[in-house]
């Protein structure tokens, strides 16, 4: 871990209209780190993710990301210095084929020789890809379309990849599909934020974890030293994932 | 019927329907990225017309140039046009770009009616356009021909575009989700001005051929083949690019249709009926007969 | 805001409370004095322009006052659903066909439109009557037609009923034996049936009427599908059918402008109620501010006032030798959009004129609103 986080925020806060949706969020993600986001519906996880990626425009407060300022811009803008989010609910292109939602992943990426190497690496993590190249996206299964995703996502070489939600609506086998490859993805060094509502999953491989509530955080800290305090778990887990723990 | 007024009407439906399906298409490309219903477009027809008509009245420049100086200045409006009004609207509802594109139409027109003239200027067209030429025993004019060469190689290449550059790959995914493209890092900006440039140079092409049919150019001109649009555009699917190009063929076969089958008497009621079969085609089938893979989201 | 007030608390059926409630519904200070204030704006500019007794501006006024009622009726359904009704002049084009068929004499309209059906050439009512036929059969039609399209919404809607307005131009433009065709349609045989004082009292029963539109039940359910389409339909608003209504209702004060206006300018065409009329009320409506009676009214005004301004201007310049037609046109479409840019709300800022709200312009209130305005940033703060 080196002194200078990967991303920092401080004191943000974001409104959809007159709504409050965060009230002054403070974290920060370090190099190959890997950060969970959790808590129930509704407490603003997806809402951080899109104030970070610039979809949502803060109200007050500041990101920092690679130790500059990045308040307020653009995605796109956002993209290039080196963010990549694969958002909620997939959001394939769906008359794209695979190949062709990756080259958007690529925008900007000049389609060489390093590209088509890093295409080969992403097949090795996910072989379906390979198989359904192409394919349009819209026919993929849930699962192969949360590949794709973060295929997708992964294509740009970011230095913080965020993850909202990847394992929403797949079945166990799938989960546990994605939980595993994103410990690969880890243990490759690539720095990860995760917005997980599975939230016993998500702490189990997490290396920090923030606990989020109406807007605000609650806890931050270790996941060992959150399960610890079976309270909190149960209170802010939600039943079925607090209750065995 | 015999061979021959089957051949004569399948020239005219498919030159007709060649030329609605270019003005239908610069229509889809913007609405496809930016949910605008652009009203403004029939007057970058327009503009192109008059640069036609000042380059062909009064300089000596060979047609090609004309030509291409015509669908350049479409382009220009085209882009400019978005810089000026549309950009400051894109955060804002869609009855607001829609009144703003409503203004500028407004502006463009009287404009033309101020600056040039309110009355038509007769548009000078190189001669072996309106040469008839005849094709197993069927007499057409040659642009009737000219138009549908120039669609099936403008589509082509389009097609290509589209499917094969980075760029077309990003337009395509911009207009399913704008967001995400976005977030992928296609820029916002540059996918809005490039449709509003594709858009214009359709409306370039249109014009030389819409004027080479009517022979003149004046103020209001741009509202008829914008209303051929808007129902060509209906008919395909507002969200899908093929769509569209459907939509214009069916609109010249459906046009062609009435012409032959209405009574005299109401052939006057033409634009009515397609009209009313726009309205029906809205209420019962809102996506078009293509639908394309749009998903509800705002431009942000 | 306001119309939420107007709910009678039910538990207390007494005939005090009942009192209490008409009270309410047409409380003074807060909603019943926008109705009082624009009827007395408008009838003190019409006693003072029928006092100078300038027919030139007696006409002008007359004509504005038309107008009026045309923006108001389009505010009617804009304003409370939020959807641009582009097919809106074509009903105002129903209306003055309809009214000027009705109101003409059989042996006028022989000579005048020989093409006529015969049944209409005998057709012959008062000049009240007729105008009220006229926002009947303008009713009427939008009624048959409407229901289907209420359900679309966003652009195809607006498509729809763009199309729709080009059917009913089309129609009017081509029916030989009803409109005189492309033909234009003289009102022959009568005086001007619509003076200034006829506009003036259609004018005042009009502002009532859409005033207490928007406060009654009806437009609050259709403001509330505005606001928020899916949460209205979850408390149990039929949107569709809530929408039909106000598009009817809006119609037919659409026919009724109509009628006064073929009777006023004494002959029409089909293109008079078509691209350049809809910019013009679309142009008093977003200027003025489309969500409240008082943006309808002011819009109008100073558009009207705008317009007389540059056409004088047009008429000067033309006449020192500079080709100016057209320019006026040009300046309020550039004003729509500067509004559209910066002041969405239009010069109301989508706010009824009402009489708390000129108190609070007042010296006297200006402190007690410096008060509110600060404890409410103490709230934000807090």
Known sequence: ?245 | MNAEILLEFAINVLSMGSLYALISLGLVFVFGICQLVNYAYGEFITVSAYVLYFLGAFTSLPWPVVFLLGIASGVAVGFLSELVAFRAFRERSLDALLVTSFAVSVILQRLFQLGISPRSKAVPIPAFFNMNIQILGVITPLRNLLIIGTTVVLLTALVLIMKYTTLGVAMRGASENFVTARLMGVPANLMISVAFIISGFLAGVVAIFWSARTGSVEPMMGATPLLIGFIAVVIGGMHSLPGSVVGGFVYALIANVLSLTLPSSLLSFRDAFMFAIVIAFLVLKPEGLLRGNYQEERVG | ?382
């Open chain 3, 1 to 382: 805001m306001n119309s939420a007030k107007s709910f009678s608390p039910k538990q207390e059926s007494n005939k005090r409370s009942a009192v209490r409630d008409f009270i309410e519904y047409f409380d003074f200070t807060r909603k019943s004095s926008t109705v009082v204030f624009l009827i007395f704006i408008l009838t003190a500019i019409g006693f003072f322009i029928w006092w100078l007794n300038i027919p030139f501006i007696e006409d002008i006024f007359t004509a504005a006052t038309i107008t009026l009622i045309m923006t108001l009726g389009f505010q009617l359904y804009m304003g409370n659903s939020g959807i641009l009704n582009w097919s809106y002049v074509g009903y105002v084009g129903i209306g003055a066909f309809t009214s000027a068929i009705f109101s003409m004499t059989p042996a006028v309209k022989a000579m005048q439109i020989p093409t006529m059906y015969p049944f209409l050439i005998n057709l012959h009512l008062p000049f009240p009557l007729a105008l009220a036929a006229g926002a009947v059969v303008a009713m009427i039609v939008a009624a048959i037609v409407a229901w289907p399209m209420m359900r679309l919404s966003d652009a195809v809607g607006a498509i729809t009923q763009f199309a729709l307005l080009i059917v009913i131009n089309v129609m009017l433009s081509q029916w030989s034996q009803v409109t005189n065709g492309p033909r234009t349609f003289t009102l022959g045989g009568t005086q001007r049936l619509t003076t200034l004082w006829v506009a003036l009292g259609v004018a005042v029963l009009v502002i009532i009427a859409v005033y207490y539109f928007k406060e009654s039940s009806l437009g609050l359910k259709l403001r509330a599908t505005r606001d928020d389409r899916h949460a209205a339909r979850s408390s149990g608003i039929n949107f569709v059918a809530v929408r039909y209504f106000g598009y009817v209702i809006s119609a037919c004060i659409g026919g009724l402008a109509g009628g006064l206006y073929s009777h006023y300018i004494l002959s029409i065409t089909a293109s008079s109620f078509y691209m350049s009329e809809l910019f013009l009320i679309l142009s008093m409506l977003v200027i003025g501010g489309s969500m409240s009676v008082s943006g309808a009214f002011f819009g109008t005004l100073l558009v009207t006032l705008l317009r007389q301004g540059l056409r004088q201007a047009e008429l000067f310049l033309t006449r020192s030798g500079f080709e100016a037609s057209g320019s006026t046109e040009i300046v309020v479409a550039i004003m729509m959009i500067i509004f559209l840019v910066w002041q969405a709300d239009g010069i109301t800022g989508g706010r009824e004129l009402t009489w708390q709200s000129i108190k609070r312009r007042l010296p006297s209130g200006s402190k007690k609103r410096d008060k509110m305005i600060k404890n409410k940033k103490q709230e934000e703060e807090a």
């Open chain 1, 1 to 245: 871990m080196t002194n200078n986080p990967v991303l920092e925020i401080s004191d943000l806060y974001v409104a959809y209209g007159s709504i409050q949706a965060l009230h002054g969020i403070c974290m920060e993600v370090h190099q190959g780190e890997l950060v969970s986001i959790c808590g129930v519906n509704g407490a603003g996880k997806s809402t951080v993710l899109k104030a970070i990626a610039g979809v949502l425009k803060p109200r007050s407060g500041s990101i920092r990301f690679k130790g500059k300022d990045v308040t307020g811009s653009k995605p796109e803008h956002l993209h290039k210095l080196g963010m990549a989010l694969v958002p909620e609910g997939r959001e394939i292109f769906p008359s794209l084929t695979v190949e062709e939602n990756l080259r958007i992943g690529a925008f900007g990426r000049r389609l060489d020789k390093s590209y088509a190497a890093d295409l080969e690496d992403l097949f090795t993590l996910f072989p379906i890809l390979k198989e359904r190249y192409h394919q349009a996206g819209g026919l993929l299964s849930g699962g192969e379309q949360q590949m794709l995703a973060i295929a997708r996502g992964l294509i740009s070489n970011p230095d913080l990849l965020m993850m909202d939600e990847p394992s929403l609506g797949l079945s166990p086998a799938l989960v546990d599909q994605i939980f595993e490859l994103i410990i690969e993805l880890k243990s490759r060094g690539i720095t990860i934020l995760l917005v997980e509502q599975n939230a016993q999953r998500a702490l189990g491989i997490a290396d920090r974890a923030y606990l989020l509530s109406n807007g605000k955080i609650e806890y931050s800290g270790r996941p060992q030293d959150l399960e610890g305090s079976v309270d909190i778990t149960s209170v802010y887990l939600g039943g079925q994932n607090g209750g065995d723990v």
